[in-house]
C-alpha cells in the first residue's frame, strides 16, 4: 500500500497527525502483520478522524473524550450504519493506545469510549437447497464455468473467504490428503480440509480449464483469470452473483454468505464451536458463538428425544 499518510484530499491536517498516522499503519503492518483490506479500513476510519480534527482546529496532543464524543455525534448525524461507527470508534480505540504506548500522546481520550449498540444482526446464510442449486448453477463446459463451479465448491467445503479464495497458490492444495493450506488473517496458517465433490471439482478443473485459461503461462495462484494472473475479489463477487442468476436463486448473494452457509450447516450436523473456530480461522471463538442461532432446530430436537417431560 503505498503512500499510506499521504494526505491528498488537502485536509489541512497537521504534519504530526499525518505522521503518527503513517507510524501506526507501517506498525499494523509490521508488527502486527494484518491484512492489507484490514490496514486500509483502518485507514480509512482513521483519516476520517482527523478530518474531523483539522476542522476543529486540534492536534492530536488536544485531544479529550468530549472532542471524541462531538465526532461520534457527528457520525450519527451522517447517518452512518451503527456498524460503520463502531468500527471508526474501535481504530481510534487501538489507535490512541499505540500513541500512548509510543509516548506521542500522554494520556489515551479513547480508553473509556463505548461503541454504539448494534443489535442482534445476524449472519445471512443459504439453505442447504440454495448451496446445492448455486453449485449446480452453470452446466457448460467452457474452461470459465468449470473454473467458477471449482471456486464455488471448495469455498463451500472449505468456508474460507473470499480473499483467501483467490490468493491461494497451488502450492497450498493437497488434493491427496484432501487439505488446503489457508493463510489468513494476520498471516495466520490454518489447514482446513475438504471433502470428494470438491476435490473431483478442482481436479477436473486443473486438468481441463486451468491449461487452458494459462495459454501456456506460469502462475503460482490456483484460480486464474485468461491473462494467466489471479482473480481479483470483485470479479469472484459477479461469478457467485451470475451462478445464482443461472441456478434461479431470487436472493442477493455474496461470498461471505457462503462461508456463513459452511458455518451454520455444520453446526446443524453436529459440529463443535472448537472445530468450527479452527476451520474459519477465528481469534476468538466469541465471534464463531453467532453462528449458534441457526442451531435451534436441532436443539429442539435433542430436546424432545432426551428430556422426560417432553
Request: glycine content about 8%; overall charge positive; aromatic content about 8%.
Amino acid at each position: 500500500m503505498d503512500n499510506r499518510g499521504e494526505d491528498k484530499g488537502g485536509t489541512g491536517t497537521g504534519r504530526e497527525a499525518l505522521a503518527a498516522l503513517d507510524s501506526f499503519l507501517e506498525y499494523l503492518t509490521v508488527e502486527r502483520r494484518l491484512a492489507d483490506n484490514t490496514i486500509s479500513s483502518y485507514q480509512t476510519d482513521l483519516k476520517d478522524f482527523l478530518v474531523f480534527l483539522a476542522g476543529e482546529r486540534k492536534e492530536l496532543q488536544q485531544v479529550t473524550p468530549s472532542l471524541i464524543r462531538q465526532f461520534q455525534v457527528q457520525l450519527q448525524k451522517r447517518n452512518l450504519a451503527s456498524r460503520s461507527q463502531a468500527r471508526r470508534l474501535s481504530s481510534l480505540r487501538v489507535f490512541f493506545r499505540f500513541l500512548t504506548a509510543e509516548h506521542i500522546i500522554e494520556t489515551d481520550p479513547a480508553v473509556m469510549l463505548e461503541a454504539p449498540k448494534l443489535g442482534g444482526r445476524l449472519p445471512e446464510d443459504l439453505t442447504v437447497e440454495e448451496v446445492s442449486s448455486l453449485l449446480q448453477g452453470k452446466t457448460d463446459k467452457s474452461s470459465y464455468s468449470v473454473r467458477d463451479r471449482a471456486m464455488l465448491y471448495l469455498l463451500y467445503a472449505t468456508g474460507m473467504r473470499v480473499t483467501e479464495l483467490v490468493g491461494l497458490p497451488v502450492a497450498g492444495l493437497n488434493l491427496k490428503s484432501g487439505f488446503v493450506r489457508v493463510i489468513g488473517k494476520g498471516s495466520k496458517e490454518r489447514l482446513v480440509p475438504f471433502g470428494e465433490e470438491a476435490r473431483e471439482r478442482v481436479e477436473y478443473y486443473l486438468r481441463e480449464a486451468r491449461p487452458r485459461l494459462l495459454k501456456g503461462k506460469i502462475s503460482d495462484y490456483l484460480f486464474v483469470s485468461n491473462r494467466g494472473k489471479a482473480l481479483g475479489r470483485f470479479r469472484f463477487w459477479q461469478i457467485i452473483r451470475e451462478s445464482a442468476a443461472a441456478a434461479g436463486i431470487d436472493k442477493r448473494i455474496t461470498p461471505h454468505m457462503l462461508r456463513h452457509s459452511f458455518a451454520t450447516h455444520m453446526l446443524a450436523h453436529g459440529a463443535d464451536l472448537r472445530s468450527l473456530q479452527l476451520l474459519l480461522g477465528h481469534s476468538d471463538i466469541s465471534t464463531t458463538q453467532v453462528y449458534t442461532h441457526v442451531d435451534r432446530s436441532r436443539l429442539q430436537a435433542i430436546h424432545r428425544k432426551f428430556h422426560p417431560r417432553s
